[in-house]
Every structure is written in C-alpha cells, then in structure tokens.
C-alpha cells in the first residue's frame, strides 16, 4: 500500500493520537492546527536506526507506528503518514523529494528528503513539513515568494533553477525542493541509505526531539535537553532505566532497552 487515504475509523485514532477534532472542511486554517498539533505531540525521531527495526514505506505500517505504536519518526515517515491523513480529510497532497543543504553548502543525494504540498478546498497552496525537526510550526505559503515569518523562524520560498524551489531559514538555506509529484515508494532508496550509510547524519547521531508549548524536549543518548524559551536546561541521565524513563516521561514512547548511541553501535 503506498500513498493512498485512511479509512474513517483509522483517521479518528489517527486524529485522537494528536489531539485534533475532524476538521469540518479542508482549510487552511483547518491545515495549520494540524501541522501544529502533530509537531506537539509526535516526535521527531531515529530511533528505529540505532534500534535495527526496519522502517517499510508502507502507508499501513507508518500510520500503525505512529498511531498505534505510539512513536515518531523521520521525515518518510511522518510526511509520509501526514499525506495519507491529509488525504482522508479531503485534502489534495503532493509528495515532494527534495535535497537537504549541509553545512558546506552542497545539497544531500536525490530523495534526501520528503515534504508536502498541500491544496485546500479554496486553492491555496502550502509546504508542509511536519519531519524536518527544528522547523516551521505551520505550513508555509507555497506560492509566496517573500518572508514568512513563524514561530520557527523568518521563511523563505525562492525559485531556482530548473524549476526546483530553495527553502531558507532566517536567510540560511535549508532544503532544494523538487516540486514534480512523487510516489511513497520513490523514497525507499533515500530511507535505506538514510538508515545504513555510515555517511548519513541519522546513523552518525540518536535524536528524540518533540516541539512544547513553550520550547523544545530533546533526548539524544543519556543528554537530556529542555529549551524553554531562550533558556536551556541540558541533564544527563545516569542509567539506562533513567532514559528509558524519559523515553516514557516526555514522549510516551515505551522501549524495551534503549537504542544503540553511535560510538557503540557496533559495525
């Protein structure tokens, strides 16, 4: 199964597991509490990574991961999952793959990541991207080409050549976007690569990360890091009963043993 719209009684647990009521018609605005309530209440996550779990781009398995399961995610899987519930309450999405700039300033392997163009019911178009971590809390305007300011940041949509569009933060670009329509299982390569390459920054690094009312929880390893505004509050945890704890505690995320940190992973 691949990209296809929930059925209603799995778009109600869905909507439950973030908090949202059904959403009475397709707006915008109807689209922007959705963003935000699933960025508060599932995470961004790799766990599956440095947990040897598999992660099949199977619109099924990542709507029971999140839903059931109760975990997060990277971006397939939270974009990819966010598509199918969009699509079940009357939304028309595109899967997009796009590039991921680094710090070097060059742009990640084709499929390095997927964000959504979504069409409400009155023609409006909006990038959303509930799986980039620090990003926007709400979609931003797709056909805008001026400063989105957002809690996240001051965005910007700007053309680029061969028809790509580059997304920037507070100036600082962020990814090189592919605006031609994609299916779920084009992403399987850059999900595969993303989960074994040693030159991936998700098998170079353990992140739990969930956006708060107030700021930011992050949990990478036994560091434990609370944003609360513009104050940080770093701990670190001293067993692995504590992090497993705090998996539960600020998460609901309930694991057996805790992930493999990537100094001891072994292979």
Not at 105 to 118: K, N, Q, T, W
Not at 214 to 237: P, Q
Request: aromatic share 8%; with cysteine.
């Amino acid at each position: 199964m691949n990209h296809e719209p929930l059925d209603r009684p799995r778009t109600d647990a869905y909507l439950t597991r973030i908090g949202a009521a059904r959403p009475a018609a397709p707006t915008g605005a109807a689209l922007r509490a959705l963003h935000l309530a699933h960025l508060r209440t599932v995470p961004f996550e790799n766990l599956s990574v440095h947990l040897g779990e598999e992660v099949p781009l199977d619109t099924d398995a990542l709507v029971a991961k999140l839903v059931d399961r109760r975990r997060g995610g990277f971006c397939y899987e939270l974009n990819g999952a966010f598509a199918a519930l969009l699509g079940a309450l009357g939304y028309e999405v595109t899967l997009m793959q796009a590039r991921v700039a680094g710090k070097d300033g060059r742009f990640g392997i084709p499929y390095d990541h997927l964000a959504l163009r979504v069409r409400a019911e009155d023609g409006s178009s909006w990038l959303a991207d509930i799986g980039f971590g620090t990003h926007t809390h709400f979609p931003l305007a797709y056909e805008e080409r001026g400063e989105q300011r957002d809690p996240g940041g001051v965005f910007r949509i700007e053309d680029a050549a061969d028809g790509d569009l580059l997304v920037l933060r507070d100036g600082d670009p962020q990814y090189l976007l592919d605006p031609r329509p994609r299916a779920l299982r084009d992403f399987e390569a850059g999900a595969w690569y993303h989960r074994t390459s040693p030159a991936s920054h998700f098998t170079q690094s353990l992140v739990c990360s969930l956006l708060t009312e107030d700021g930011r929880v992050t949990l990478s390893g036994h560091t434990l890091t609370t944003t609360t505004g513009t104050d940080r509050a770093r701990t670190e945890l001293p067993t692995d009963a504590a992090v497993l704890a705090a998996y539960d505690q600020h998460f609901g995320i309930v694991l057996d043993r805790i992930p493999a940190e990537p100094n001891t992973a072994e292979g």
